[in-house]
């Protein structure tokens, strides 16, 4: 079976050959002049690394190779090492901790892979031994609880769910309460998708932290984002709206598999830095880790 380093480099294939491909058309065996420079911050930017971030891992490139002879491997090599001092800041760890419960919020638009990372990260805590609760807290789709259930069926977690159309702020509000009986160790909550410009939806999010506050005040313990890799540039635009609403404590970034804009990440830490708690790279449980910055960086530039 393939390890999630591995299945991290099929994801980012897609970007991983096109800069692989690019540098062979401009790079093979020559001296780091700056038209060199300028074309490698080209290719960059076209693999939706963002200006700023192409622009910086560049310049740190050249004020270490400038006027050296580089062969393709080595160029990939040093500008992997500049994209992993940018990445690293990004790096968190998921540490729920003893709350009592510890609550995780979920936000994010519409299909992004909110109930699937749930979903996933239940499957690993449940297999740990930890009593997990999860809220339905989209209650507008039928299909949205019946998806959140046969997770909490597959991994053993305990599903509050309300009746079609209720009050998804109520339902968060009775379903922390019955966590807090049980003695659970993690509640998620699972919000409905919302689209950032659609402002009644997100005024309903406050209204959840609000009603949870009630019940546990230092409740959410933990907000995740959820961005779908393949939005490219629009992601930043989501984390900014949401973090306006919300305090937003990291991201969970999907479909890292097939998308060929795996750059983004950059982008995010030097438009809107917000750490990185899990990367996606598939539909199934083992096809969720933890981010790090160095194999991140390796998988983007093939090595
Ligand atoms: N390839 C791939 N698919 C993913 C990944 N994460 C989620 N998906 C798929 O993306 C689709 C949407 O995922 P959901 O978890 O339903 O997204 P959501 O944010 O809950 O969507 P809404 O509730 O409609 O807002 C599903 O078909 C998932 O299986 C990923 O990392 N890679
Ligand atoms: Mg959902």
């Known amino acids: 079976m393939i390890n999630f380093f591995q299945k991290l480099g099929l ?7 096109k800069i692989s491909s690019g540098l062979k058309d401009i790079a093979f065996k020559r001296h780091i002049n700056n038209d060199l420079l300028d074309e490698l911050e080209e290719l960059l930017i076209t693999a939706d690394v963002g200006i700023k ?6 310049e740190a490139f050249g004020a270490k190779k400038f006027d050296k002879e580089i062969t393709e491997i080595e160029i990939k090599e040093a500008l992997a090492a500049e994209f992993t001092n940018i990445l690293k800041p990004l790096e968190a760890s998921f540490e729920p901790d003893s709350h009592c419960p510890y609550v995780v919020l979920m936000v994010g638009v519409n299909g992004a892979g909110k109930t699937t990372t749930i979903g996933k990260l239940t499957s690993k805590l449940t297999a ?22 046969a997770w909490a069926y597959q991994t053993n977690a305990h599903l509050i769910k309300g009746t079609p159309g209720c009050d998804s702020a109520g339902l968060c509000y009775d379903g922390l309460n019955e966590a807090v009986k049980r003695h659970d160790d993690i509640v998620f909550i ?12 997100m005024d309903e999010l406050k209204k959840i932290v609000r009603v949870i506050q009630k019940v546990i005040p230092s409740a959410p313990h933990l907000t995740l984002l959820t961005l779908d890799a393949t939005t490219g540039q629009n992601a930043i635009e989501q984390v900014e709206v949401f973090k306006k ?5 990291g991201l969970v970034v999907t479909k890292l598999d097939g998308s060929a804009k795996g750059g983004i990440l950059a982008c995010v830490a030097m438009e809107t830095p917000t750490p990185v708690y899990f990367i996606g790279v598939g539909e199934h449980t083992e096809d969720l880790d933890i981010f790090k910055a160095e194999d991140y960086a390796k998988n983007l530039f093939g090595l």
């Open 11 to 17: 994801g980012l294939k897609k970007t991983s050959d």
């Open 53 to 58: 971030a192409s622009r910086q891992i560049i």
């Open 128 to 149: 740990k031994g930890k009593k997990v609760t999860m809220i339905a807290a989209d209650t507008f789709r039928a299909a949205a609880v019946e998806q959140l259930e």
């Open 190 to 201: 699972d919000t409905a998708g919302r689209l950032q410009n659609k402002t009644g939806l």
């Open 245 to 249: 609403l919300l305090d937003v404590d």
